[in-house]
């Protein structure tokens, strides 16, 4: 029984791998739900299972802050937008707009070609040696973890005493608290302002590492622009009557 | 920052008890799967507990206001039990699903709105180190996970196939998109003077008397308050904002349709959104877990290394001190909070309903200008003041050292301020 | 199997991209379509981020998630403002049957 525990527990990769495999599939199902239903209301639904998903699989790569905007604006901003356009456009025959058999067997044939080219790309792909060849543009978390680590891992092999080991086991739990916390708000933020914290210590760039200072302010004048935009397309304007312009 | 009850103190407790009889990957997977089960055991209590308790609140205070006596049968003179009595009727009751319903969303769209609002309770601490999830961006994530019960409103507004369903769920579609802009904005500036996400370290840094609690920090911190509980009240579509389910006019609005538990669902995480948004007042604005009261030194220290050994562990000392002092903490916490709950309640039985259109207006023509304007009251506030004093730092630079620090609750014993200064350095302490 | 690591997330990208490929293929219905784009965006995001988590790229991968995500909200709704007239011009949402601008 324990072994069996011990198998599984070491198969699925622990916790994280535990939540990683739920919330994949989870989202992984949602997604082809999305394609296979007919009924746009259902779709919205799946969508919702999916983009949620896809929120807590960010939370389990450390990026709590984009999780957090992802279910801010995707699912409870984006989402409600669209079930809400389903609602002002969706009336009786309009919720199931059917798609013929022989382009849904097209599509998911041609679809399905895609899935196995972009799944034989990434697995023939050796991403550990990639990402060693890659100059280390700063600090990202991995490397901050992976130091972190060395030191931590060299000081209890170090202590001798049982005070000294106590430090350092004290040490190992304020960074593990610490990384599940997260770090990941004020660098994203100094990075908007145009400053890189994550790059400041590695030699190579500091000074040329870029900021996002200028997309930041593009992003502010074009959020802008579609709020008066889109307030301008969805005015509220003459209906055609029924039988003028279309069969319908 | 880690009282006994976060997830990550018991997760290690467990796995220091577990350490002897088995392999660590499955020790891992064991101890966090019994540490979460736990915390989502205790927050199912509050969760489902206080809803219960509001619900005979609002009758009995409804009945007060109307000069009538509220439930007094069930359960003795007061009707406490008049609820669970409510409840157990609910669930007998068949859930029917209407013809012309969408049954999948139909079914699943009470679920979505409960487990948002559920959800909601993972980043909402209690006491000091009493918190399901430590978030550094815990203040964005709880408002993320609330704006998600709409969705699940709305879903089942539209699934159920009847016009007065759906007039409601187009009318929460409308106000909760609208609303959510003055509620993050006023939620913005306690934050700014916080200098940080973590409701933790916000809670922490209004320890000490009234005066430092955040809604007497500034002039403009005093409004956003009051701006704030206006914008929440219409968030949980609590009266005079309910328009999603205006009895007067839409039989009841999105769950028309509904009967039984599922209907029943939808009632409780209103009720326990209430709790989470002015629990989130108090947090931001009241102080969170702190009484208000300068506690002398004399009877904190008292308090101070009551430590015992946990059980089945060696060299694992438990605070009882500081344990006892987060479970006043918490008590005060959740107290405060059912007080701006009882507020809602009163000012649902003593204000008219809003029109639809009066709604929208009051939103997007008043309280965003208005969150807007105190807002930038308040970034320049600090500048106005022009003050060299530590506390009025520009948070670009992150909070300073000591004002985490010196503000610690004498209550909560030393460890947990030095703990405390590294997380609200966050980022900046791990890059060096 | 063992440690989750890069790949695995990849994998969960590009099937997210995949259905949202044929999402916004086959769909006729014009919201249908912009959920497409948004699972796409999804399967984006989720790369951007892995990236970012697993090689020593920085948080450039975050950055450039959260910017996504802004003009994906941006997008939606300025389609979601276009598929109202289209409605209101063809009393329908099916995307086949605006065809009137052929030559």
Same mark, same amino acid.
């Given at each position: 029984?324990?072994?069996?525990?011990?198998?599984?527990?070491?198969?699925?990769?622990?916790?994280?791998?535990?939540?990683?495999?739920?919330?994949?599939?989870?989202?992984?199902?949602?997604?082809?739900?999305?394609?296979?239903?007919?009924?746009?209301?259902?779709?919205?639904?799946?969508?919702?299972?999916?983009?949620?998903?896809?929120?807590?699989?960010?939370?389990?790569?450390?990026?709590?802050?984009?999780?957090?905007?992802?279910?801010?604006?995707?699912?409870?901003?984006?989402?409600?937008?669209?079930?809400?356009?389903?609602?002002?456009?969706?009336?009786?025959?309009?919720?199931?707009?059917?798609?013929?058999?022989?382009?849904?067997?097209?599509?998911?044939?041609?679809?399905?070609?895609?899935?196995?080219?972009?799944?034989?790309?990434?697995?023939?792909?050796?991403?550990?040696?990639?990402?060693?060849?890659?100059?280390?543009?700063?600090?990202?978390?991995?490397?901050?973890?992976?130091?972190?680590?060395?030191?931590?891992?060299?000081?209890?092999?170090?202590?001798?005493?049982?005070?000294?080991?106590?430090?350092?086991?004290?040490?190992?739990?304020?960074?593990?608290?610490?990384?599940?916390?997260?770090?990941?708000?004020?660098?994203?933020?100094?990075?908007?302002?145009?400053?890189?914290?994550?790059?400041?210590?590695?030699?190579?760039?500091?000074?040329?590492?870029?900021?996002?200072?200028?997309?930041?302010?593009?992003?502010?004048?074009?959020?802008?622009?579609?709020?008066?935009?889109?307030?301008?397309?969805?005015?509220?304007?003459?209906?055609?009557?029924?039988?003028?312009?279309?069969?319908? | 920052?880690?009282?006994?009850?976060?997830?990550?103190?018991?997760?290690?407790?467990?796995?220091?008890?577990?350490?002897?009889?088995?392999?660590?990957?499955?020790?891992?997977?064991?101890?966090?799967?019994?540490?979460?089960?736990?915390?989502?055991?205790?927050?199912?209590?509050?969760?489902?507990?206080?809803?219960?308790?509001?619900?005979?609140?609002?009758?009995?205070?409804?009945?007060?206001?109307?000069?009538?006596?509220?439930?007094?049968?069930?359960?003795?003179?007061?009707?406490?039990?008049?609820?669970?009595?409510?409840?157990?009727?609910?669930?007998?009751?068949?859930?029917?699903?209407?013809?012309?319903?969408?049954?999948?969303?139909?079914?699943?769209?009470?679920?979505?709105?409960?487990?948002?609002?559920?959800?909601?309770?993972?980043?909402?601490?209690?006491?000091?180190?009493?918190?399901?999830?430590?978030?550094?961006?815990?203040?964005?994530?709880?408002?993320?996970?609330?704006?998600?019960?709409?969705?699940?409103?709305?879903?089942?507004?539209?699934?159920?196939?009847?016009?007065?369903?759906?007039?409601?769920?187009?009318?929460?579609?409308?106000?909760?998109?609208?609303?959510?802009?003055?509620?993050?904005?006023?939620?913005? @500036? &306690?934050?700014? #003077? +916080? !200098? /940080? $996400?973590?409701?933790?370290?916000?809670?922490?840094?209004?320890?000490? %008397?009234?005066?430092?609690?955040?809604?007497?920090?500034?002039?403009?911190?005093?409004?956003?308050?009051?701006?704030?509980?206006?914008?929440?009240?219409?968030?949980?579509?609590?009266?005079?904002?309910?328009?999603?389910?205006?009895?007067?006019?839409?039989?009841?609005?999105?769950?028309?349709?509904?009967?039984?538990?599922?209907?029943?669902?939808?009632?409780?995480?209103?009720?326990?959104?209430?709790?989470?948004?002015?629990?989130?007042?108090?947090?931001?604005?009241?102080?969170?877990?702190?009484?208000?009261?300068? @506690? &002398?030194?004399? #009877? +904190? !220290? /008292? $308090?101070?290394?009551?430590?015992?050994?946990?059980?089945?562990?060696? %060299?694992?000392?438990?605070?009882?001190?500081?344990?006892?002092?987060?479970?006043?903490?918490?008590?005060?916490?959740?107290?405060?909070?059912?007080?701006?709950?009882?507020?809602?309640?009163?000012?649902?039985?003593?204000?008219?309903?809003?029109?639809?259109?009066?709604?929208?207006?009051?939103?997007?023509?008043?309280?965003?200008?208005?969150?807007?304007?105190?807002?930038?009251?308040?970034?320049?506030?600090?500048?106005?003041?022009?003050?060299?004093?530590?506390?009025?730092?520009?948070?670009?630079?992150?909070?300073?050292?000591?004002?985490?620090?010196?503000?610690?609750?004498?209550?909560?014993?030393?460890?947990?301020?030095?703990?405390?200064?590294?997380?609200?350095?966050?980022?900046?302490?791990?890059?060096? | 199997?063992?440690?989750?690591?890069?790949?695995?997330?990849?994998?969960?990208?590009?099937?997210?991209?995949?259905?949202?490929?044929?999402?916004?293929?086959?769909?006729?219905?014009?919201?249908?379509?912009?959920?497409?784009?948004?699972?796409?965006?999804?399967?984006?995001?989720?790369?951007?981020?892995?990236?970012?988590?697993?090689?020593?790229?920085?948080?450039?991968?975050?950055?450039?998630?959260?910017?996504?995500?802004?003009?994906?909200?941006?997008?939606?709704?300025?389609?979601?403002?276009?598929?109202?007239?289209?409605?209101?011009?063809?009393?329908?949402?099916?995307?086949?049957?605006?065809?009137?601008?052929?030559?």
């Amino acid at each position: 029984m324990t072994y069996l525990l011990e198998q599984a527990a070491n198969g699925i990769g622990g916790t994280d791998g535990l939540l990683f495999w739920v919330f994949a599939i989870l989202s992984c199902v949602g997604a082809v739900a999305v394609v296979a239903t007919q009924n746009i209301v259902r779709m919205a639904f799946w969508l919702v299972v999916s983009l949620g998903s896809v929120a807590a699989l960010f939370f389990l790569m450390h990026a709590d802050f984009l999780g957090a905007a992802q279910l801010l604006i995707y699912v409870g901003g984006t989402v409600v937008l669209l079930v809400f356009g389903v609602m002002l456009t969706a009336s009786g025959h309009t919720i199931k707009v059917q798609t013929s058999p022989a382009e849904t067997l097209l599509g998911g044939g041609v679809g399905l070609l895609l899935l196995c080219v972009l799944i034989f790309a990434i697995s023939t792909v050796n991403w550990a040696d990639i990402s060693q060849q890659i100059p280390a543009a700063g600090d990202s978390p991995a490397i901050v973890d992976a130091r972190e680590d060395a030191s931590l891992a060299e000081s209890l092999s170090v202590a001798t005493t049982p005070e000294a080991k106590a430090t350092a086991e004290k040490a190992l739990a304020a960074v593990e608290a610490r990384r599940q916390a997260g770090r990941t708000i004020r660098q994203l933020g100094l990075s908007f302002y145009g400053l890189r914290p994550d790059h400041m210590n590695s030699s190579a760039n500091a000074a040329s590492a870029p900021g996002y200072l200028l997309p930041f302010e593009i992003i502010s004048v074009h959020l802008l622009v579609v709020l008066i935009g889109a307030a301008y397309l969805a005015r509220a304007k003459r209906r055609v009557t029924p039988g003028s312009g279309t069969d319908l | 920052m880690n009282g006994p009850l976060a997830v990550l103190t018991l997760e290690n407790y467990l796995i220091d008890c577990l350490k002897s009889r088995a392999d660590s990957a499955t020790l891992g997977l064991i101890a966090f799967l019994t540490a979460a089960l736990i915390h989502a055991a205790l927050y199912l209590s509050l969760f489902g507990g206080l809803p219960v308790f509001y619900i005979w609140l609002e009758r009995k205070v409804a009945g007060r206001i109307q000069d009538r006596l509220g439930p007094t049968r069930v359960g003795g003179k007061f009707g406490w039990l008049q609820t669970i009595a409510d409840g157990i009727k609910l669930i007998q009751k068949e859930d029917l699903v209407p013809k012309d319903a969408d049954s999948l969303v139909f079914r699943m769209a009470p679920y979505l709105a409960g487990i948002a609002s559920f959800a909601a309770f993972m980043v909402l601490p209690v006491s000091d180190g009493w918190i399901g999830v430590v978030a550094e961006c815990g203040a964005f994530l709880i408002l993320a996970l609330m704006s998600l019960e709409v969705l699940g409103i709305i879903l089942a507004g539209y699934s159920s196939g009847s016009k007065w369903a759906l007039f409601g769920a187009m009318r929460e579609a409308a106000q909760m998109v609208s609303y959510e802009i003055p509620m993050a904005i006023c939620a913005l @500036i &306690p934050l700014l #003077i +916080a !200098g /940080s $996400l973590n409701l933790q370290v916000v809670g922490k840094m209004q320890t000490g %008397g009234v005066w430092n609690w955040f809604i007497f920090h500034d002039p403009f911190a005093f409004l956003a308050f009051f701006c704030y509980f206006t914008v929440a009240t219409a968030s949980v579509k609590r009266a005079p904002f309910d328009l999603a389910e205006a009895e007067s006019e839409l039989v009841a609005g999105f769950h028309t349709e509904y009967s039984g538990f599922r209907w029943s669902i939808f009632f409780l995480a209103e009720y326990a959104s209430m709790f989470a948004v002015s629990g989130i007042a108090v947090l931001l604005f009241l102080g969170g877990w702190e009484t208000g009261m300068v @506690i &002398p030194e004399s #009877i +904190a !220290g /008292s $308090l101070r290394g009551w430590e015992i050994n946990l059980p089945f562990v060696t %060299g694992q000392r438990f605070d009882l001190g500081a344990y006892i002092a987060n479970l006043v903490g918490g008590h005060v916490f959740v107290i405060k909070a059912s007080l701006l709950v009882t507020l809602q309640i009163w000012v649902r039985w003593t204000l008219p309903r809003l029109r639809i259109d009066q709604v929208m207006t009051t939103c997007l023509k008043y309280l965003v200008p208005i969150s807007c304007f105190l807002f930038l009251g308040a970034v320049f506030w600090p500048l106005i003041l022009a003050s060299t004093t530590e506390a009025h730092r520009p948070v670009i630079y992150g909070p300073p050292a000591k004002s985490v620090t010196s503000v610690i609750s004498p209550l909560s014993g030393p460890p947990v301020g030095t703990e405390s200064s590294t997380i609200a350095h966050g980022g900046l302490e791990v890059v060096r | 199997m063992g440690e989750v690591g890069l790949e695995a997330y990849l994998f969960v990208g590009a099937v997210l991209f995949v259905c949202g490929v044929v999402c916004m293929a086959t769909k006729r219905n014009g919201i249908g379509v912009l959920m497409g784009v948004e699972l796409v965006l999804n399967g984006a995001n989720i790369n951007f981020v892995a990236f970012s988590r697993f090689t020593p790229l920085g948080l450039d991968g975050q950055a450039t998630a959260l910017f996504v995500v802004v003009l994906a909200a941006a997008e939606a709704a300025v389609a979601l403002a276009i598929a109202l007239n289209y409605y209101n011009n063809h009393l329908t949402i099916d995307v086949d049957r605006g065809n009137e601008l052929q030559g």
